[in-house]
Each structure stands twice: as C-alpha cells, then as structure tokens.
C-alpha cells in the first residue's frame, strides 16, 4: 500500500530534550516536506527536499532540523524544543513535475512540549 | 504575510445545497492551485487542482473556478453531502519553485 508514515503520532516532551520525528514513503517520491499546523494559521511548511542530499527552508524553519540521506527517510529534529514548537505535524512527499503536484500526506504527528 | 487566504473559518450548509468555498491570493506568480480536504485525526488529501492557464475543472461533484484578474479560488461541492464535512485548505505554488504556500482553512460542516 502507497503510503506516508510518521512515527511517533503523539509525542510530550520536556523544553530542551532533543527529539527526532521519523516520516518515510514507499512511493520512490523525491520531493518530501514537514508542515506544522496550528489553529487559525492553517499548514505552514517547515522545510522541504527536492532530492537526496538537497533541502530548504520553508516559511517557518527555525528551531527545526533535517536531513535527507535516503529518498523514502525524510526526518525532522527539534534539537532543543521549547512550547512554541507545540504543534501538529504533517509530513508530505510527491513527484515533483512541471504540472501540479499532488502531495500525499502521512496521519500527523501531535507534539506537546512543556 | 500570509499569501494565501481563506476568510470563512467555518461554513454551515444543508445536505443537498451547494457549499462554495472561497481562496484569495497575493502572489501573481502562482502557477497551480490546490484543494485538499482533511478529516479529524487523518493527514490531509487531495481534491482537486487547476492550473492559472484555465479558469474552470470539475470532478463529479467538484468544481473549482479560477479569476485570475481577482485572485481569486473557488471550490464548489454540489450537491453537498453529510461525508463532506471536513477542514477544506486551498494552496498554491509558481512553477519553478519547491514552496507550497496552504491557506488558513475552511471548516464545512454538511447539516444531514
């Protein structure tokens, strides 16, 4: 089945403790994303990766981390998290063509930070 | 600076009615414009899209409509039904860029 996971779904954690949230898609996708969704703000896209190896920031980039050593593993790192990052994430992957691009989204990840 | 808008955080309509709900944008650069449709405790899925180049695509009950002298979205669900109720993002991108700017969204609620 073509899919998007993210591991964990719900996470609390404390200011300051490192935490690492794992998204992987098994549709050879190059284009992969991180969006944080808060009520009122809608979706905003943290960072995204074109490809292995290349990423860049989105509209809302700091206090988070990633990395993209392989194509289906794109993970997002709050190296020392603090309440603000309090959200709920998306990760997104898709083909990336000259028409539109449809992203295909993974269930969210609930994050709580005190 | 939020580049792409949805004014109406909520919207009530009777099963059967037309539900329309609104997008406006800022940036003439968009090339593509997205739908996507989101239930509780799911990621969000996509529903319909059309390119600046067209002003109309429809999918069965779906309908999206494009004024580009306006800058203006619009997605059409006829006749609504009760399964229809979920938070509706409109979002966009140029071509040539890897950024997707998503609305704030728009709460449909499909009275039965």
């Known amino acids: 089945e073509a899919q998007v996971t993210q591991n964990p779904r719900y996470l609390i954690t404390v200011t300051g403790k490192k935490l690492t949230v794992t998204c992987s898609q098994n549709?050879?996708?190059?284009?992969m994303s991180w969006y944080r969704q808060d009520p009122g703000l809608g979706l905003r896209q943290i960072y995204y990766s074109m490809n292995v190896e290349v990423t860049d920031k989105g509209d809302v980039p700091e206090g988070y981390k990633v990395s993209r050593k392989e194509k289906r593993n794109f993970p997002l790192i709050l190296e020392s998290p603090s309440p603000n990052q309090t959200s709920l994430y998306f990760c997104?992957?898709?083909?990336?063509?000259?028409?539109?691009?449809?992203?295909?989204f993974g269930p969210g990840t609930r994050l709580t930070v005190l | 600076d939020q580049q792409v808008k949805q004014n109406s955080p909520s919207l009530s309509v009777q099963e059967g009615r037309i539900s329309i709900l609104n997008c406006d944008y800022t940036n003439s650069m968009f090339d593509y414009f997205l739908w996507y449709k989101k239930y509780p405790a799911e990621g969000p899925t996509f529903l319909i899209s059309i390119s600046s180049i067209k002003d109309k695509n429809e999918d069965g009950r779906f309908t999206v409509f494009l004024n580009k002298s306006a800058k203006h979205l619009s997605l059409h669900i006829v006749p609504s039904q009760p399964g229809d109720s979920a938070v509706y993002f409109c979002a966009a991108y140029p071509s040539g860029t890897y950024k997707y700017i998503f609305g704030t969204g728009t709460r449909l609620k499909v009275l039965a």
């Open positions: 549709m050879n996708h190059e284009y």
């Open positions: 997104a992957s898709s083909f990336w063509t000259s028409g539109y691009n449809e992203q295909f």
